[in-house]
């Protein structure tokens, strides 16, 4: 027999895969639209000395550490999927925590169907007023799913 609190969280479970699979989609379907609107290598000013769209290819991390590591990053992603995917199952009557697991499960596939597919990232969002590397979608997900589960683990009273 499931608790209550079980129960609500076997409920909400398929937001969570909704959310995931939300990410994976805006991610791949934007860097579609970028490619094919965006010359390589190219910007176009959206808001000016602020934001750029960009069409880049990133064959590493951010600021292009371990260029060329393809099969680092997959493997990489590969494990962290795994690990994200354990802790879903652990956590899974803990809603802040699998918000944040699943933003960050949505940018680790986002980036990874471009390196497998592709053997790169593409990146478009260019901040201009400092420096900082292009980014994307799936990156921004990562983010803020990291950042999520750090508000968590601060208003968590089990630590």
């Known amino acids: 027999m ?10 909400k479970m ?20 970028i490619v094919g ?9 959206v808001v000016d000395g602020i934001l750029s769209l960009a069409h880049i290819r990133n064959y ?3 600021w292009s550490m371990l260029l060329g590591q393809i099969w680092f990053f997959v493997i990489i992603s590969i494990v962290s999927l795994a690990v994200m995917a354990f802790f879903f199952w652990k956590l899974r009557n803990r809603p802040l925590y699998l918000t944040g697991l699943s933003l960050m499960i949505g940018g680790t596939i986002g980036n ?8 790169y990232v593409v990146d478009m969002f260019q ?3 400092i420096n900082f590397p292009i980014f994307n979608v799936a ?9 999520v589960i750090l508000i968590a683990m601060l208003r968590d009273d089990e630590l």
């Open 2 to 11: 499931l608790s209550d609190t079980q129960q609500k969280g076997k409920k």
């Open 14 to 33: 398929p937001l969570y895969f909704v959310i995931t699979a939300a990410i994976v989609i805006l991610d791949q379907t934007v860097k579609h639209l």
């Open 37 to 45: 609107s965006i010359k390589l290598n190219a910007s176009i000013s």
């Open 60 to 62: 590493g991390a951010a």
């Open 112 to 119: 990874f169907i471009d390196r497998v597919r592709l053997g």
């Open 127 to 129: 901040l201009d007023f």
């Open 139 to 147: 990156d921004c997900a990562l983010t803020i799913g990291v950042a």
